[in-house]
């Protein structure tokens, strides 16, 4: 790469100020550039916080990291001096962005098969945040067929890469396995946070997105209940992300574990009835409804008093169909645009389209689950998006990037409709 054009790409950076980085240092020779790609995160105007792996100490010292990125060097996974024991998702959810830098084959094929014993790879599965690799080994190593699967199945699982490089290598090998530069990974980082803040700078000013997500509980009795499997953090991602693209956001959430965004109005409820009379109650009020919730389609039709006992080897529940929310609500005379969710185990597209147009929907965004990758309580998803007049696929990839995708396509079809 020529002295010319890293000057030029340098010129080229601008800020990431208040942007949280997290840098995962595996082992290797290339470990010492990353001394460098700290100094231009930290120039930029990112907090940067770094763990590295116990080889990955082999080639740069945790004290050079600690000076350059001004924090606590992270090695240990049970580190008794944390505030809780538990680095490893404190660190996740502090990160806006996880990088690991250099990505050895053996971190790679650890992340790929869900290993977790040090620190790092431990935090690959606790991250939430969108996850880059700047991959850096020797050129057979990364040539090889294994590290190649290994690459392809993180990068269906929503995992970015950057680089390798082509050239000459500390074994005195050439080929394909250089890590990329600091500037240019530096550059990549920056590029995707302007991308999300240009294409989501206020699309949705002024404009009332009401969403709904998770599941709901259909009691049995004092005890128990018919439930579902969504986490609701697709729908959590989508109000996150339509906050940021300047709505004012309602969201009413079925039982979750998740923390509701700032800057929205959060209605906690429980069974489908109560989600359908939150709906419909604020439909009128609203220009956008985006139902990502997984609604129970059956409801119990006695709920017991008492907590049923074990008496008979069997027992029959009665259930009765719930409400139709998206029905119901495109039956208003002045209803808002209305987004639908299906979430289908087989013939995706012929059951989308269906619900598309026997329950009036603006638009209506579907996606398989009951796979191995995406779907509920899933990190990442994929998304095909039908309206009217045309269609959109969205490929797998974490959840909040998807949100903002998806947010940002229900702009333009919304707009397009005033």
């Not at 792996?53 to 001096?81: C, H, M, V």
């Not at 719930?322 to 087989?346: C, M, R, S, Y």
Request: proline content about 3%; glycine content about 6%; hydrophobic content about 45%.
């Amino acid at each position: 790469m020529s002295s010319a054009f890293l000057f030029h790409l340098e010129r080229s950076l601008t800020m990431l100020t208040n942007t949280h980085i997290l840098l995962g240092i595996s082992g290797g020779i290339a470990a010492y550039k990353s001394a460098e790609l700290i100094r231009l995160f930290k120039k930029n105007g990112a907090d940067v916080r770094v763990v590295m792996t116990r080889n990955a100490t082999q080639f740069i010292t945790p004290l050079t990291i600690k000076a350059l990125s001004g924090e606590t060097t992270y090695i240990d996974l049970f580190d008794a001096s944390a505030d809780n024991g538990m680095d490893h998702i404190n660190l996740a959810r502090w990160a806006d962005i996880f990088i690991i830098a250099p990505a050895s084959a053996n971190m790679i094929a650890k992340m790929n098969h869900g290993l977790a014993d040090d620190l790092l790879s431990t935090l690959y599965l606790a991250a939430t945040c969108p996850i880059y690799l700047a991959p850096a080994m020797n050129q057979a190593m990364w040539s090889k067929t294994i590290t190649q699967n290994n690459i392809a199945s993180l990068k269906h699982q929503g995992v970015l890469t950057i680089g390798p490089e082509q050239g000459s290598q500390a074994c005195g090998e050439t080929g394909f396995g250089r890590m990329s530069e600091p500037l240019v990974i530096c550059q990549h980082l920056i590029d995707h946070f302007a991308s999300l803040s240009s294409s989501q700078h206020n699309s949705l000013a002024n404009i009332k997105v009401l969403i709904s997500a998770g599941p709901t509980r259909e009691a049995l009795d004092p005890v128990r209940y018919i439930t579902n499997r969504s986490s609701g953090k697709m729908g959590y991602a989508i109000a996150e992300a339509a906050i940021k693209a300047g709505a004012e956001v309602t969201l009413v959430s079925g039982p979750v574990t998740l923390a509701a965004p700032d800057n929205c109005t959060l209605v906690s409820v429980e069974s489908a009835a109560d989600m359908h009379v939150a709906v419909i109650s604020r439909a009128h009020d609203h220009n956008i409804y985006i139902g990502a919730a997984a609604v129970a389609d059956y409801s119990p039709t006695l709920v017991n008093p008492t907590k049923i006992k074990k008496h008979s080897d069997s027992t029959s529940i009665i259930l009765n169909k719930t409400k139709d929310i998206l029905a119901d609500l495109t039956q208003l005379d002045a209803h808002p645009f209305t987004v639908g969710f299906a979430a289908e185990t087989n013939n995706l597209s012929d059951y989308a389209l269906d619900k598309l147009t026997t329950k009036k929907l603006d638009m209506i965004a579907a996606n398989v689950v009951g796979g191995a990758i995406g779907g509920f309580d899933s990190d990442v998803n994929a998304l095909h998006v039908f309206w009217g007049s045309g269609e959109q696929f969205f490929p797998m990839t974490h959840k909040r990037i998807l949100a903002e995708q998806l947010i940002e396509l229900i702009a333009i079809r919304y707009k397009s409709t005033l």
